[in-house]
């Protein structure tokens, strides 16, 4: 068996199948290989291989290519016939320096009548079909355009295996370094570039000594428009609008008894003091708190009235026990001038 795991590393080396008395690997050799690996795991393959059977080629593509792990085939001396379309499982593929690689139809033998020759060339045709789509996946030619490169037998050196589209680096020409990104956040990015952001472990950079960003206030926000020259006079009648839509609210009669819900109208929206009275109008005021309500038990009958009048609203002072919000609401004015 030449399908061996060496430091976390799958090494592919031999005839592709079993055949006679020859060093090589099946798609069970491959499959035992891989249960020593977590499948979730990035992998590094191997390749050394003139090829052989072409099902058990595209047989161990399928299995390299079912992993969720990222897997990165390196074709080491040559990988031809059954052993390219391997190496075409790879996410990335990377040609070392002095390998080959070989591109061409797969061919068989019969012995028999013209029929059983038919049968054969059916199958033939089927799976260099099949072949071809697998190529072109990886290098982004057409089918048909693959097709004829089999046909002609194509031999690649690292560099054109790369330019043709088969492999995506070699060691015998390195291309200008990648900038360090996360380009797994891109819906299209090449699974070059992902592949190797995730190797990387590359991510949006992040900073814990950032400042922190200010905390909104409750005036309205301004933008600045002006593209040249001083802006402080618009910035000026900014502040003065805002200050006036606020008062508008705050001081209508509509927020007497609604002032929770002027004050959030006032500083928490942007909608006019047109828009906020007139939802204030439609909104019901909140009943009278507990604490105002009479009680004989305990209360003596000038502060049974005061209560009783002071729930009817017929009292000119607030009752003593207004709640505080009512007081954060005036104090919110004093600080933005509104009397």
Not at 280 to 286: F, H, T
């Amino acid at each position: 068996m030449a399908a061996t795991i060496e430091d976390g590393k799958l090494r592919l080396s031999g005839y592709v199948g079993d055949y006679y008395y020859d060093d090589g690997f099946t798609s069970s050799d491959v499959v035992l290989a891989l249960a020593q690996i977590d499948d979730t795991e990035d992998l590094d393959c191997h390749i050394n291989s003139p090829g052989g059977i072409a099902s058990e080629g595209a047989a161990i593509h399928a299995l390299l290519s079912a992993r969720r792990g990222t897997t990165n085939i390196v074709v080491e001396g040559i990988a031809a016939s059954a052993a390219s379309l391997i190496a075409m499982a790879g996410d990335t593929v990377t040609m070392s320096a002095g390998a080959v690689m070989m591109i061409h139809d797969p061919s068989g033998m019969t012995w028999g009548t013209s029929e059983d020759h038919t049968k054969t060339i059916e199958g033939l045709e089927a799976l260099a079909t099949a072949y071809a789509r697998v190529y072109a996946n990886k290098s982004g030619k057409t089918s048909d355009e693959c097709r004829t490169i089999m046909k002609e037998e194509r031999w690649f050196t690292p560099q054109q295996a790369v330019e043709a589209g088969f492999a995506d680096d070699t060691t015998e020409d390195k291309a200008e370094p990648v900038a360090a990104f996360d380009y797994r956040l891109f819906a299209h990015a090449p699974k070059r570039l992902t592949a190797l952001a995730k190797k990387q472990n590359w991510s949006p950079p992040t900073s814990s000594a950032a400042p922190a960003a200010p905390r909104p206030t409750k005036d309205k926000p301004m933008t600045d428009t002006n593209t040249g020259g001083d802006n402080t006079a618009d910035l000026a009648k900014a502040t003065a609008d805002t200050k006036a839509r606020i008062k508008a609210i705050m001081t209508s009669a509509e927020a007497n008894g609604r002032e929770d819900q002027a004050e959030h109208l006032a500083y928490e929206t942007d909608m006019t003091a047109e828009a906020a009275v007139a939802i204030l109008a439609k909104a019901p005021k909140p009943t009278v708190a507990a604490s105002l309500q009479p009680d004989p038990a305990n209360d003596d009958a000038a502060t049974l009235e005061a209560r009783r009048l002071n729930g009817e609203g017929l009292n000119g002072k607030p009752a003593k026990t207004s709640t505080m919000r009512v007081d954060l609401a005036a104090d919110m004015k004093r600080r933005h001038g509104i009397k």
